[in-house]
Structure formats: structure tokens, C-alpha cells
């Protein structure tokens, strides 16, 4: 369960960060 939570919590961290970088790079 914890590495669930991990891997969760990673892949929502790394979709905020991609997003973030889309929008950067989008203008």
C-alpha cells in the first residue's frame, strides 16, 4: 500500500511538472 502511494504520489509530481513545462514552453 505505501508503495502505491509512492508511486502515486511520483506520478502526479511528474505530471504537474510535464504540465508545467508544456505551458512554459507553449507561451
Known sequence: ???F???DGW???VAS???TF???TGG
Do not use: E, Y
Open 1 to 3: 500500500l505505501l508503495l
Open 5 to 7: 502511494v509512492l508511486v
Open 11 to 13: 506520478t502526479m509530481t
Open 17 to 19: 511538472l510535464a504540465a
Open 22 to 24: 508544456a505551458l512554459g
